[in-house]
């Protein structure tokens, strides 16, 4: 067991863990994350998506150890353009419940870039997701409605 | 659900020299971990020890110049190759292998060393590499060696690296003043074959000064097998002037040299690729200009 602490979602979270532990190990069975399924298990089909310094990285790619100095951000995290993705997928209905945290965060890491993005960008955004239970063109709506109300509210460009 | 991974020691050594002993010891050494980790998973393999390279200083540099040429360091995620002017101007070929890659979240936490290292012929980096003539610099019981990536898979799923051997950097020739690349590739699952298909090429050309006839060119085909470049191909383009039909008498050289299987699906499908790598190279290297082209195309005269 190794302890160390990471910062998760802006919090500071020291565990105690194996070496072994993956990323997606971690959120899961020691800090109680439920918004990351582990999916193919090859970084492949995007459903465990976390926010690694602002990146998108699969979680179940990453050992946790080495990222202990990293900022990490879930589908969970507060913050509000994280938030309104959230909001707009829901809305929506878009993505089945084992892909949705990860369409948020590549959704919320594209609209950070910019809120000015175009049905093209958002598709794009979505090209490392295997997402088939709900169409992907109401994906691309719901981040369009989320980049409109960024927009609205004014988040700089 | 993937399972969980087996036990195993985490080092993180300061150290290249620390880090080869512990790799000598038995110690598997890991980058990105985009490979290892789904092999760990998977139960494929089991080590008493993996060896972080990550907090080794120096490892994670990339610079790109067109006169100099690219240093890809070990710990550079591929993702960084995106957003740099030079790599994606004049270094095409591995620009695009990391553009294509797929899923594109992958080159967050995958490295170029890491994707060459694992010596699969299902991995891109390589193709592209070997077509811009890419060498791996190697340490090496305390000493830096380089290895030319032509030489660094002897057999498959082998590379030319012994044990406690670290590659620290893949480094490319600054091209030409008039030179171009490409990388194409198809990743396919086709109804009729069980197994999935990728095929991926990759091309350079390059001018001499007068820009007229091509004076070297360098062909690669991977994805169905390791990479390997194609030498009566690549020599049967030097000094001819560009033009489509020699790029597919280069293509179907290349095929005859390759040895696929006689499966007239993967021949076609290999000689498009081929053919498109090298007429991509070939637009690329011709719309090369200098200032005094601008200025020539302003006035409406050519030089």
């Known amino acids: 067991m190794t302890r160390a602490t990471f910062t998760v979602n802006g919090t500071a979270r020291p565990v105690d863990i194996p070496a072994e532990t993956r990323l997606i190990d971690l959120l899961q069975d020691h800090l109680a994350m439920t918004v990351s399924p582990d999916g193919c298990g090859t970084g492949h089909c995007g459903g465990c998506l976390v926010l690694v310094d602002d990146r998108p990285v699969a979680a179940c790619l990453s050992l946790a150890l080495p990222l202990r100095d990293a900022r990490i951000e879930t589908a969970e995290s507060a913050e509000s353009v994280m938030a309104t993705v959230r909001q707009a997928l829901a809305d929506h209905g878009a993505g089945c419940p084992a892909c949705r945290a990860g369409l948020t965060i590549a959704a919320t890491h594209a609209l950070r870039i910019s809120p000015w993005i175009t049905a093209e960008e958002s598709r794009a955004s979505l090209l490392g997701h295997r997402c088939r239970c709900t169409a992907a063109e109401t994906t691309v709506a719901a981040i369009l409605s989320a980049a409109a109300a960024l927009q609205q509210r004014g988040v700089p460009a | ?303």
């Not at chain 2, 957003?83 to 490295?111: C, M, Y």
């Open chain 2, 1 to 303: 659900m993937s399972a969980r991974l087996p036990p195993f020691d985490l080092h993180e050594p300061a150290t290249l020299d620390q880090a080869a002993a512990l790799i000598r010891a038995g110690g598997v050494p890991m980058l990105g971990g985009a490979t290892l980790i789904p092999l760990l998973a998977a139960g494929n393999i089991a080590p008493a020890s993996v060896v972080s390279l990550n907090r080794i200083p120096g490892l994670d540099r990339l610079y790109a110049n067109p006169k100099v040429g690219l240093r890809i360091g070990a710990q550079v995620r591929a993702a960084r190759l995106l957003p740099d002017i030079w790599t994606g101007k004049r270094f095409a070929a591995i620009h695009e292998a990391v553009e294509q890659l797929d899923a594109p979240h992958v080159g967050n936490s995958g490295t170029v060393i890491g994707n060459l290292c694992a010596a699969r012929a299902d991995y891109d980096m390589a193709v592209a590499l070997m077509a811009l003539e890419g060498v791996v610099r190697v340490h090496s019981a305390g000493r830096l060696r380089d290895i030319a990536l032509t030489a660094f898979y002897p057999a498959p799923g082998q590379t030319a690296l012994a044990t406690g051997d670290i590659a620290v950097a893949v480094e490319c020739p600054g091209p030409g003043t008039d030179a171009g690349s490409a990388f194409k590739k198809l990743d396919l699952i086709p109804r009729h074959i069980d197994a999935p298909r990728k095929i991926s090429a990759a091309a350079t050309v390059t001018y001499g000064v007068e820009r007229e006839r091509i004076v070297a060119a360098t062909l690669v085909l991977g994805g169905v097998a390791l990479p390997r470049r194609f030498p009566r191909a690549e020599a049967s383009l030097a000094g001819q002037l560009p033009d489509p039909a020699l790029f597919a008498t280069a293509a179907r050289t290349a095929l005859r040299e390759a040895g696929l299987p006689a499966d007239p699906v993967l021949q076609a499908q290999a000689f498009a690729l081929l053919r498109d790598a090298l007429g991509q190279a070939n637009a690329r290297a011709l719309a090369r200009h200098d200032h005094f082209d601008d200025v020539a195309d302003l006035v409406g005269e050519q030089p």
